[in-house]
């Protein structure tokens, strides 16, 4: 394993006084219970947004904290949920009064450890909290008798907009409401040319040959739909879009938020190349791209490879998207 | 006719630390087929945390000392099995609410009410292929050991069918957890759940009656 | 080699294609000369900035293009010099009457064809043009009688500031004065965990074994000053801030500009705990950090590695780097 | 005593286009040992577009004809090389103005103004392990020759000099160009700039004289 780290055992409060030295001016790290706020206490009477999840997916969620975008992220070890303690202790900072908005992305174990948490928040301090859970990756069957579909990159988009709503004053119930249509609005799909390797195992997660990629890949790692031979970009393209075009009709008035996701070991040469090719596929299909992003948002430690979200998105969204935003990773209008 | 009182239950929880983390590798290569390889090393984490509370803090009640092992659990171990089996023994606390010596009906009360907290919790129904596949059927075998009033002819009944739901679990393709994104890939392994949890009825067995 | 790509022969123009459709309201892209311009016509009277280089350094120099930042970045084939050709164009599109300001890196390749292209540039258009040549790598020994240094990390902080110069007015030779300023107070270092593999080479540059890395590599994967064993990451820290720290004197009245640069393949959690052990160090040896990046800026393809760059910054550069800038690769004030 | 014309001067071209696309692997595997691997990929690249030129326009003079062969190296090659090659080739234009029959003088003055070109351009001097340590001795022994007044004579006497200082480039350690940040590690390695140009004289050797 090679890695620009410590001690296994200690990478994620590392990196997070990394960040916490980076970022002085927007940021407060509270090292004990691994959660990164805003600087600056909550405004009274604005709703309070709160995500977590594993780390390794950096930015996300603590370099989404910030002005018009998270009001604390906690950060779990890596690919591991955090615990209830973390989310009360959020929970309870960022309570300006208007109530608290969970951002849970779709795992067992972050969906529990956020039930707890709101639970507990709610009988300790009497916080009202209400939870929305991300469950966009199309690569996985969705039904009522499985887990589910994994949260994935529909989290940074919704994170922003209704990181928007919440900046501009809107209430607990009207950004639990938006969170729920931009999470019903959005799909994703990703690809692994390579494994990551979690620190403290130290082998990769999995092994792919010199010429198989992994596509319908998770944020962890997680086995995909199909194991295939490593193919020209504009296939993996089709590959990744075609799911989700599939899934939900993006055509017709709206235009749609387009991410195109790096999944940390793969150099921005290569995905603006992707997007190329993805930008053609969608425009071929009818989806008008009103807005993209094309960078590293939501990573699987060094793993190569990438993903596409596609989020149907109407005046309202496009708008809160396009209101000011001041974090570590994604920042405009300030 | 034995019960048990805050003795045996801390004799439990330091039997169950000691089983886990031995067994913690083998849990973990369990997890690493259908899972992300973490099962033994967070139940290790928070066991060693949870056994560790009887050293650091003087109890005076079954109900106080569940329910901190329950608390201690869920804020070690994350992931799917903390919240499960912190849960499990929060709401196990909560039936011993003034029980100080639990005879083959407490702990029959207690242990149902802890599986439903990991129903509630869940939301797993049998056939899932999940640590419930060991306790649906260990409840059974307990509830019908109870008539000859043993509790240590009962938890071994639980015990068993544990075991044997455990195994079942081999066939199954998972519902539920990590591992059903692996659909039909999750069928042929045994549910890392389901064998922590088999392990802890088995060290009840030993340590509670 | 496994990378997101179409035929190797066309990675360059195909990203660029990439970066003209995710950016249609800021950039502009000439296909054919392969230059990537701001979307607006450039103000008369402002000083034109224009830099270029070899691709596979995104988000450098494409990505930093925009307000504040170049007026245009001329992109070569993949780690090799672009011809005058492309900075002639470029020097003449951007040509607002007061001149304009080559940055060039220093390799051989780098600074000949930049100076071919000014010799055209002055004599078929009478433009006047100003060059100053980054040479920031002290891993390389400077001597007269070698190639020089090479231009690394430093080139990033430059563009940044003398973009800000040129927006506010000032003449070419300030520019210039400016550039050569900062150039002569950064310095930086690098090195390597994993080689990187050039499309068209299709095999990687180097090899390193599982329990090597490389100190002092440069951005094409050339050779560094030293093989070494896999070291923790405050050790590697040390190992690059040290030769820095020993090259200038950066303690004293000013303070610093830190960015902490990942190499393309490095995953952000990483950068943030290499960032806290630089920062450590620097601070240990009494230099004031006044501002830092840490990302992803100055790339090799998908290397795994990272460099550190320290630039003494008054507070002349200091309000500089502060000024707005609107570029994809970075942005604030905007 | 034979002179070159414009004929001449297109053979050179389109004959060292065809060594130089015949040993592009050999160049870059040279570049592969101490520099980046793209030294025959450059000058194939470069050299095929400059044989095109007399293909696709009619050229009437031999210094307009070299002039588009150095702006065509220069807009195709990049690199160090295309503006060395390049500016050769511009310099040597220039110092053909006029002249349409080429005797041994006039190539003398040719190949001079050139070599001084990619020294203006790049800097380099004796020992710095360039394509200039071919170049030099290369001038030297044309200028020895001349008296004989053979034109193949001096450029025979040139290319096999180019070849001495080629060869003598292995032992040199780099001064200039990509391979100088290898410092003593670039010693050992033929430099591919200085057998490039080697066979640039070997090709006006074979098609000038
Ligand atoms: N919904 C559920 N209900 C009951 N048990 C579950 C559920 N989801 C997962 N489990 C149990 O949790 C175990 C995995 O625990 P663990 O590996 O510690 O957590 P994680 O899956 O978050 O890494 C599974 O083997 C399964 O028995
Ligand atoms: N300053 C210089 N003066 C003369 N020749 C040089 C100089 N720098 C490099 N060269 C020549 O250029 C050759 C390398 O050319 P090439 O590989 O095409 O360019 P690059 O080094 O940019 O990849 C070297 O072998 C050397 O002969
Ligand atoms: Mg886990
Ligand atoms: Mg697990
Ligand atoms: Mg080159
Ligand atoms: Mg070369």
Redesign the interface.
Same mark, same amino acid.
């Given at each position: 394993m090679?890695?620009?780290?410590?001690?296994p055992a200690d990478?994620?409060i590392?990196?997070?006084?990394?960040?916490a030295?980076?970022h002085p001016d927007r940021l407060r790290v509270d090292l004990e219970n691994k959660v990164v706020y805003r600087k600056d206490p909550i405004r009274s009477g604005k709703v309070g947004l709160i995500s977590g999840g594993g780390?390794?997916h950096?930015?996300m969620h603590g370099?989404l904290v910030g002005l018009g975008m998270l009001d604390a992220a906690c950060a779990? /070890?890596?690919?591991?949920?955090?615990?209830?303690?973390q989310m009360m202790a959020a929970t309870k900072e960022v309570d300006g009064g208007a109530g608290v908005l969970h951002i849970v992305k779709n795992?067992?174990?972050d969906v529990?450890?956020f039930?707890?948490a709101a639970e507990l928040a709610a009988a300790e301090a009497g916080t009202e909290v209400q939870s929305v859970v991300v469950d966009d990756d199309v690569a996985?069957?969705d039904s009522l008798?499985?887990?589910g579909r994994?949260g994935v990159g529909t989290t940074v988009l919704l994170e922003k907009i209704v990181g928007a709503a919440a900046e501009e004053g809107r209430s607990l119930a009207d950004c639990a409401a938006l969170a729920t249509k931009v999470n019903g609005n959005g799909r994703s799909m990703g690809m692994a040319?390579?494994s990551c390797t979690?620190p403290?195992?130290g082998k990769p997660?999995f092994e792919l040959a010199?010429d198989e990629?992994e596509v319908g890949i998770?944020i962890?790692g /997680?086995?995909g739909r199909k194991r295939v031979p490593?193919a020209?970009?504009?296939e993996?393209a089709a590959m990744l879009v075609e799911p989700v075009l599939a899934d939900l009709d993006f055509t017709g008035d709206s235009g749609a938020i387009v991410m195109?996701n790096g999944m940390?070991?793969?150099?921005?040469? /290569?995905?603006?190349?992707?997007?190329?090719e993805v930008?053609q596929i969608l425009e071929k299909s009818g989806v008008t791209i009103a807005r993209?992003l094309?960078g590293?948002y939501i990573?699987s430690? /060094?793993m190569?490879?990438?993903s596409v979200t596609v989020l149907k998105a109407d005046d309202d969204l496009v708008g809160l998207w396009d209101a000011p935003v001041n974090t570590?990773g994604l920042?405009?209008?300030? | 006719m034995s019960v048990a009182n805050l003795q045996s239950f801390t004799a439990w929880i330091e039997d169950y630390a000691r089983v886990v983390s031995e067994q913690a590798d083998y849990l973990t290569d369990l997890d690493r087929a259908i899972g992300d390889a973490d099962h033994g090393s967070n139940m290790k984490r928070g066991m060693t945390k949870a056994a560790q509370l009887a050293t650091d803090e003087e109890f005076t009640s079954v109900d106080a000392y569940l329910k901190k092992v329950g608390m201690s659990l869920v804020s070690n171990v994350g992931g799917a099995s903390g919240p499960l089996y912190g849960t499990f023994f929060l709401r196990m606390a909560g039936a011993f609410a003034g029980v100080e010596e639990a005879g083959v009906a407490e702990i029959g009360q207690g242990l149902r009410a802890g599986v439903e907290g990991i129903v509630a919790r869940g939301k797993a129904e049998t056939g899932d292929k999940t640590m419930y596949d060991a306790w649906a059927p260990a409840l059974e075998a307990f509830d019908a050991a109870t008539a000859s009033g043993d509790l240590a002819a009962a938890l071994t009944a639980a015990a068993e069918a544990a075991a044997t739901g455990r195994d079942a679990t081999q066939d199954l393709v998972a519902r539920k957890g990590r591992a059903s994104y692996l659909g039909e890939r999750s069928r042929g392994h045994i549910d890392p759940g389901a064998t922590s949890s088999t392990m802890l009825l088995e060290s009840a067995a030993r340590t509670l009656a």
């Open positions: 090679k890695k620009l780290i410590n001690d990478v994620v590392e990196a997070l006084r990394g960040m030295a980076a780390s390794g950096e930015p370099g779990g /070890e890596v690919f591991t949920s955090p615990v209830p303690d795992y067992t174990g529990m450890n039930e707890m996985v069957q008798y499985t887990a994994r040319l390579t979690v403290a195992a997660t010199e990629i998770g962890h /997680e086995p490593l020209p970009a504009r993996v195109m940390g070991g793969t150099p921005l040469i /290569e995905l603006y190349l992707m997007y190329h930008a993209c094309v590293n990573t430690l /060094e190569a490879g990438c570590p920042r405009w209008g300030v | -």
